[in-house]
């Protein structure tokens, strides 16, 4: 049995930041698989380099640039081509580009145009377990939520807009609706981030991946253990024991990131029962990520730009979204080729998990169609399954939160840090597990 003051569980870019932020101090972080990332994998397969998990992240915050710039990465972030940001929404057979042109197409229609202009004028809200949904049609209507909205929160959540909690999906858009009438008093009133030399979405060379290996390589080899399953945590006197597949760990302060079911299923003992109860309920639904090589030009239409987004309203589109990596990076396929990144799955298709991939992928191919007009097969097709994708801030999330605040956890020396805690996105993550690391800091210093 080893003593240690903190252990991290879970090596995925939420563990890996904490660990990052703890660099002074003295830890052991655990990981289940032989590599640290987590759903951060960027593949070469063949010609073509893909991701499996997230395909590029946003770079807007002063302390991730500080971050990136302290592991010595900023050389190695890829830039997308600036003709690649146009985004689209594809509804029926048509794709309509966002932005100013959405005003002008049939998405919001003249009603819905207004009411963008007024930044959505409405009485204030005041419901804390207001679905995204409902928020959305009050201040903009229905066509402009099942047009704009609805394909947005499935591209990014891989969620329900009626299911997703304004407050815990959007918190900013939830604040402002409590404040203003009109949304853009809120936009107006945001105070500025501290400013970065560049923002934007973001990869990099050699992939998403680039990112975790450069945190692993600043960390102490000594403090890291990968291939290692965490099979219980319970409480003892002074902190927590972990047990692993490679024996037994006490400590006095214990940083949670692995994903909520896997935690859930860890966490034994009466202490723990409403806490692993909330771990359980919160829900994280499958998603496949199919990529396609295709010729150069084989689509009749031929305009391309980050990626489209579906609408959903007719329950009859397998694509929740399909990004253009080549467009934006310029290294992931050869030069006469081009890589699509189709999303299918999340909380409204439940069901079809159980689809085979060749039904799955001939779906999808008759709906590239329809949208853009195929004029050559794929050159080449893999696909990836998250059998829990990305967990939904629902109302069970929400639960969740006050269990764990309720229950004063961090007082007792348990942490939690990573997607199910306070945003989805890479970033988020980051941040998540830079925060947590402190938090431990002010801990330790103060007791
Ligand atoms: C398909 C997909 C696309 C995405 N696209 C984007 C995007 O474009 N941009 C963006 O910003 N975000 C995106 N995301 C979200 C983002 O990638 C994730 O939210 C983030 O990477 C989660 O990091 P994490 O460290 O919290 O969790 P994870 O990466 O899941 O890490 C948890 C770690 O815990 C380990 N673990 C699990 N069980 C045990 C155990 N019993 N013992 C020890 N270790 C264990 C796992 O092996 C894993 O390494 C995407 C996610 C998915 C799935």
Not at 179 to 191: A, E, F, M
Not at 245 to 268: E, F, N, R
Not at 375 to 384: D, E, G, Q
Request: net charge positive.
């Amino acid at each position: 049995m080893a003593n240690h003051n903190i252990i991290i569980l879970g090596g995925g870019i939420s563990g890996l930041s904490a660990a990052y932020a703890l660099k002074d101090q003295k830890y052991l972080l655990l990981e289940a698989k032989e590599r640290f990332g987590g759903r951060i994998v960027s593949i070469k397969d063949g010609p073509y380099q893909i991701e499996a998990g997230p395909n590029s992240m946003m770079l807007k915050s002063k302390r991730i640039w500080n971050m990136i710039q302290e592991l010595g990465i900023e050389e190695k972030i890829q830039w997308p081509d600036p003709k690649s940001k146009i985004r689209y929404i594809s509804k029926g057979e048509g794709m309509y580009p966002i932005g100013i042109q959405t005003l002008l197409n049939p998405l919001a229609g003249m009603a819905g145009l207004l009411r963008i202009l007024s930044g959505g004028f409405s009485e204030r809200g005041s419901d804390e377990n207001l679905s995204v949904y409902d928020f959305f049609v009050r201040r903009f209507g229905q066509k402009v939520t099942e047009n704009l909205v609805v394909p947005f929160v499935s591209g990014i959540y891989a969620g329900d807009a009626k299911k997703l909690l304004l407050a815990q999906a959007f918190p900013n858009l939830h604040l402002w609706d409590r404040q203003h009438k009109s949304l853009w008093s809120g936009i107006l009133g945001t105070k500025k981030q501290p400013r970065i030399p560049k923002k934007g979405i973001v990869s990099f060379n050699g992939g998403m991946e680039t990112l975790p290996k450069a945190i692993v390589a600043r960390l102490n080899p000594e403090f890291l253990r990968s291939g290692v399953t965490v099979t219980e945590i319970s409480c003892i006197d002074g902190g927590y024991r972990v047990k692993t597949s490679d024996g037994i760990y006490d400590c006095k302060k214990l940083i949670l990131t692995l994903p909520p079911t896997q935690l859930a299923s860890v966490l034994s003992g009466s202490e723990f029962l409403n806490l692993s109860r909330a771990l359980q309920n919160i829900y994280s639904p499958w998603l496949a990520v199919h990529h396609f090589a295709f010729p150069k030009n084989s689509t009749r239409d031929p305009r391309r730009g980050f990626g489209f987004l579906s609408t959903q309203n007719q329950g009859d589109r397998h694509i929740l979204g399909c990004l253009w990596p080549t467009s934006s990076f310029s290294d992931k396929a050869p030069h006469d080729q081009e890589l699509f990144t189709v999303f299918t799955g999340g909380s409204l298709y439940p069901i079809r998990q159980n689809e085979d991939e060749d039904f799955q992928k001939a779906q999808i191919l008759k709906e590239l169609n329809q949208v853009l007009g195929l004029k050559a097969p794929p050159l080449w097709h893999r696909r990836i399954v998250w059998p829990e994708a990305i967990p939904q801030y629902d109302k069970n999330h929400c639960q969740f939160l006050k269990t764990y605040r309720e229950e004063n956890w961090e007082s007792r020396g348990l942490f939690m840090a990573g997607s199910f805690f306070g945003g989805i996105s890479v970033p988020d993550c980051m941040e998540s597990g830079l925060r947590v690391a402190e938090c431990v800091i002010n801990a330790h210093l103060s007791s």
